[in-house]
């Protein structure tokens, strides 16, 4: 009887030690997942910010650069197709990340156009609106490289939390799976040029 209460014992120590630890990776888990779910949404905000930027800028140039309708139109069409991306963090798959960096290029694309299509008006050029919005959009630029950083690192600390043992045991059991990277070629990291 002693034997078996003393192996009961061990038995719901070991439970209870495991239970313990479950709770704790579970924790660890979800606190990183959360991390990258704020890091996201950092992201977002500041490709947010450049597109809030967007029809101050078209504005100013339309004033100036009244002919270059198809440049104007690129950058609107661009914006446009970026804001209508909806990517939840929850539901952050590696295409689904791809399609977002793809469409945040054509944005990047069409505003280094428009800004190339302001060297050809001086007078544009020289308006203080117009290099203001110049500054905050190199500024945004800046901003969103950082964000993109600050996403991968805690993309990463989740991912190795993920797949490291014996956390991973319980990351398979309750659905934790890796979340994908923001890969941005060395161009989408760039600011647009800015020559006066």
């Known amino acids: 009887m002693n034997n078996m209460k003393k192996s009961l014992w061990i038995v719901l120590a070991v439970v209870a030690v495991l239970a313990v630890w479950g709770y704790s990776v579970y924790n660890g888990l979800v606190e990183k997942e959360e991390a990258v779910h704020g890091a996201w949404s950092n992201v977002e905000t500041q490709y947010q910010r450049r597109s809030d930027l967007i029809p101050n800028l078209v504005n100013t140039v339309k004033g100036y650069a009244a002919h270059e309708q198809q440049t104007l139109a690129a950058v609107v069409d661009a914006r446009s197709k970026a804001t209508s991306m909806n990517v939840d963090a929850d539901d952050l798959t590696p295409e689904r990340l791809a399609a977002f960096q793809q469409a945040q290029e054509g944005v990047r694309s069409a505003l280094g156009r428009l800004i190339a299509v302001a060297e050809n008006y001086p007078d544009l050029k020289a308006?203080?609106?117009?290099?203001?919005?110049?500054?905050?959009?190199?500024?945004?630029?800046?901003?969103?490289?950082?964000?993109?950083?600050?996403?991968?690192?805690?993309?990463?600390a989740y991912n190795v939390a993920v797949r490291r043992f014996p956390a991973n045991l319980v990351a398979g059991i309750l659905s934790f799976g890796q979340k994908p990277y923001f890969e941005a070629d060395d161009s989408a990291a760039q600011a647009p040029e800015v020559a006066f």
């Open 127 to 156: 308006n203080s609106n117009f290099q203001e919005l110049q500054a905050q959009l190199e500024g945004t630029e800046n901003r969103i490289a950082v964000a993109r950083t600050a996403f991968n690192e805690k993309t990463q």
